[in-house]
T-cell receptor, first 116, second 115 residues
Framework: AQSVAQPEDQVNVAEGNPLTVKCTYS??????LFWYVQYPNRGLQFLLK??????LVKGSYGFEAEFNKSQTSFHLKKPSALVSDSALYFC??????????????FGPGTRLSVLP | KAGVTQTPRYLIKTRGQQVTLSCSPI?????VSWYQQTPGQGLQFLFE???????NKGNFPGRFSGRQFSNSRSEMNVSTLELGDSALYLC??????????????FGPGTRLTVL
């Protein structure tokens, strides 16, 4: 079975400070990992993905994420937060070795608030 | 390229009615997935269609069904609506092939309210 945990419901950070949104996953094989962002009354927007290769993945809007296989984590980071980054962030995983009876599993979401 | 479009954006129905939601994927995308999003349950996977065939299915009752047409457009239907079906229904398309998965691109959603 595959699962995703986002241990923090809410993250508050001051504008200009670095931000981290945490994600841990569980799969039986190798993971596809994704981050999405959702603004109010909107669908999800793709930020970045990890499939293979470098553990540090760069994505849209200055976001990056670090894949850590030993800790089964894929934390989202940004060096300097903007007020406009305030939104709901979702981590998602799919087991590369899974059969087609499984699809992406999304975490519960973390609400990021960047305070001016 | 145009993004994923969903119609209608808002719907109000009463218990016992049925509803059909429509999704047009990004041009060239053959995979279409549907999700239900509620404050309490988060994002829950309903089903995925690829080349007109249902490839994956989540744990929803048979009242929830879908289909995909030859142009990759998809519809989902919910029959005998219940109050608990009130949610944001999201459609996502991707360049997934028959043997691989890629990131999904989401539409703005259809907000369904059941009274």
């Amino acid at each position: 079975a595959q699962s995703v945990a986002q241990p923090e419901d809410q993250v508050n950070v001051a504008e200009g400070n670095p931000l981290t949104v945490k994600c841990t996953y569980s799969v039986s094989g190798n993971p596809y990992l994704f981050w999405y962002v959702q603004y109010p009354n909107r669908g999800l927007q793709f930020l970045l993905k990890y499939i293979t290769g470098d553990n540090l993945v760069k994505g849209s809007y200055g976001f990056e994420a670090e894949f850590n296989k030993s800790q089964t984590s894929f934390h989202l980071k940004k060096p300097s937060a903007l007020v406009s980054d305030s939104a709901l962030y979702f981590c998602a995983v799919r087991d590369m070795g899974a059969n087609y009876g499984q699809n992406f599993v999304f975490g519960p979401g973390t609400r990021l608030s960047v305070l001016p | 390229k145009a993004g994923v479009t969903q119609t209608p954006r808002y719907l109000i129905k009463t218990r016992g009615q049925q509803v059909t939601l429509s999704c047009s994927p990004i041009s060239g995308h053959r995979s279409v997935s549907w999700y239900q999003q509620t404050p309490g349950q988060g994002l829950q996977f309903l089903f995925e269609y690829f080349s007109e065939t249902q490839r994956n299915k989540g744990n929803f009752p048979g009242r929830f069904s879908g289909r995909q047409f030859s142009n990759s457009r998809s519809e989902m239907n919910v029959s005998t609506l219940e109050l608990g079906d009130s949610a944001l229904y999201l459609c996502a398309s991707s360049l997934a092939t028959a043997s691989s998965y890629n990131e999904q691109f989401f539409g703005p959603g259809t907000r369904l309210t059941v009274l």
